[in-house]
Nanobody
Framework: QVQLVESGGGMVQAGGSLRLSCAAS????????MGWFRQAPGRKREFVAV????????TYADSAKGRFAISRDNAKNTVYLQMNSLKPEDTALYYC??????????????????WGQGTQVTVSS
């Protein structure tokens, strides 16, 4: 069982930056692809970014490309999401998730095995 704990959320003005962190309890953390998803009020949870087990590859939702960067530190069992040029439409509860399957860079929720509780990001205009 992998426990994931997100942190780093908060309130920021449009154009600002935040860095989210997700700490994993499992020492086999490096076996998992790690993703970030978000859910705004009244909307479905959506994919944001994913990074493979080694940190050598990543992919992003169109809404995140050029503004967000996902990274990981396997020595610290932690994955990060650096968010720059934030917009009010980025306001959401952000979740990290771990995928232990064979898909290299999973972008759909059903491919993830473990989820954190989420951290709130609020961007004011």
């Amino acid at each position: 069982q992998v426990q994931l704990v997100e942190s780093g959320g908060g309130m920021v003005q449009a154009g600002g930056s935040l860095r989210l962190s997700c700490a994993a309890s499992e020492r086999t953390f490096k076996k998992y692809a790690m993703g970030w998803f978000r859910q705004a009020p009244g909307r479905k949870r959506e994919f944001v970014a994913v990074i493979n087990w080694s940190g050598g590859s990543a992919t992003y939702a169109d809404s995140a490309k050029g503004r967000f960067a996902i990274s990981r530190d396997n020595a610290k069992n932690t994955v990060y999401l650096q968010m720059n040029s934030l917009k009010p439409e980025d306001t959401a509860l952000y979740y990290c998730a771990a995928s232990g399957g064979d898909t290299f860079l999973p972008v759909v929720m059903r491919l993830y095995d473990y989820w954190g509780q989420g951290t709130q990001v609020t961007v004011s205009s």
